[in-house]
């Protein structure tokens, strides 16, 4: 053989041996099998499909490499048996709202919300800028668990009442379904707070197994019927002005993924964080409009004596919260340093607008 066609030879063949080595990851790369169980009931609006909106996108957006199934409330677990089923690794991934865990530690509430606590724009700031995110990992490190967010649900509102609420004293006695440090509240009010899952509130509202309830919204609240079988509807919700739901993932899973794999969960619950609230407020005004003039629901807001009360017993709580462990104790400081510094530049900015908008406008 001539020498230079040797030396071609040999380089084409090199090229050849070195592209058929750098293309075998690609070639070879295994599809991801992801399991995602959810708290919400298949096909719900805003939190059902929005969960299975984002597994559906996930797969998508990995062009079909990480296979999602998707099961909701009841399908594979009970609602409440997601974050067990996860952080054994049963299931890959869990969307819930994680105040539900509030009884393995209470620092979960406040990744989901809390009385008196952060809006979805304060929640945003204090998840991404302000140390939440870092405070989020260590607790759930702790649970072999990493979670992103993954939407939001907004101001909520204060629930449905078989009677009007016109003060505190007739808040003993109440049997209401409402999770998290917000059923501790009315605990400490004489109430009796029960935690339902969402496709099990209808039935114990029908029965008078509870006299009331909160669950989240206009939007969601008419789908669930409610109004046949409660009154009165009252505003605002103290207990969860900003309703945070997490994409809560087994740790050791999630850090076997490679970093591309990872930006692209990232992107997708990011994205989903983002359309949810949109889709809750462009909603809400619609089915509240709804549940009045079709079904005759009373509107009726919470007076101060009741909110006063709300303020007070919410104190106790937090104490208690607070005195758990120096995790609770830090997490609750940082959430109200955060409540401190951006409520206070929300009060001048999105609080005085609302307010003068709507005097000059008449909303």
Same mark, same amino acid.
């Given at each position: ?7 071609? /030879?040999?380089?084409?063949?090199g ?6 080595? #750098? ?14 169980v ?8 805003? #939190? ?7 597994a559906?996108?996930?797969?998508d957006?990995?062009? %079909?490499? &990480? ?17 067990d ?9 869990y ?7 509030k ?26 800028? *302000? ?9 759930? %490190? ?10 939001n649900? /907004? ?20 049997? &209401?379904r409402?999770? %998290?440090?917000g !059923? ?8 009796s ?7 099990? &509130?209808?039935?114990?509202?029908? =029965? ?6 909160e669950?989240?919204?206009p ?5 669930l ?22 994409? !809560?993932?087994?740790? =050791?899973?999630?850090? /076997? ?18 359309? *949810?609230?949109a ?26 004596d ?7 017993? =919410? ?17 609750h400081?940082?959430f109200?340093k ?22 000059? #406008?008449?909303?």
């Amino acid at each position: 053989m001539k020498r230079r066609q040797f030396i071609t /030879g040999a380089s084409v063949g090199g090229l050849a041996a070195a592209a058929s080595t #750098l293309a075998a990851p690609a070639i070879a790369q295994q599809r991801i099998e992801m399991v995602i169980v959810s708290t919400w009931p298949r096909d719900f609006p805003g #939190l059902g499909t929005g969960a299975q909106r984002l597994a559906k996108r996930i797969q998508d957006v990995s062009d %079909g490499r &990480i296979q999602v199934q998707y099961f909701a409330a009841g399908e594979r677990v009970g609602a409440f048996d997601a974050f067990d089923e996860v952080a054994s690794g049963n299931a890959q991934a869990y969307h819930a709202a994680d105040y539900y865990w509030k009884g393995k530690h209470p620092g979960w509430a406040y990744f989901t919300s809390v009385p008196f606590g952060l809006t979805e724009n304060e929640m945003g700031a204090w998840i991404e800028y *302000m140390g939440g995110q870092e405070l989020w990992d260590e607790l759930a %490190g702790e649970f072999g668990l990493k979670c992103l967010p993954t939407g939001n649900t /907004g101001v909520q509102m204060g629930g449905w009442f078989n009677k009007e609420i016109n003060s505190a004293e007739e808040l003993k006695g109440l049997k &209401i379904r409402m999770p %998290g440090l917000g !059923g501790d509240v009315m605990a400490k009010l004489g109430a009796s707070p029960v935690s339902l899952p969402g496709g099990q &509130i209808y039935e114990n509202l029908v =029965s008078g197994a509870i006299d009331a309830t909160e669950w989240v919204g206009p939007w969601n609240d008419y789908f669930l019927k409610f109004y046949e079988a409660a009154k009165y509807y009252y505003y605002p919700g103290m207990h969860e002005p900003g309703g945070f739901l997490s994409f !809560g993932m087994n740790k =050791s899973w999630w850090e /076997g993924l490679s970093k591309a794999d990872q930006l692209i969960i990232r992107a997708c619950t990011g994205q989903e964080n983002h359309q *949810m609230m949109a889709e809750f407020n462009a909603n809400n005004g619609t089915y509240l409009r709804k549940l009045i003039d079709e079904h005759g629901v009373e509107l009726r807001a919470f007076n101060d004596d009741v909110y006063d009360a709300f303020g007070r017993a =919410s104190a106790e709580v937090y104490e208690e919260a607070r005195s758990h462990s120096p995790l609770a104790n830090r997490i609750h400081e940082s959430f109200a340093k955060a409540r401190a510094d951006v409520g206070g530049w929300m009060k001048l900015s999105e609080g005085a607008y609302y307010a003068q908008r709507n005097r000059v #406008l008449g909303l």
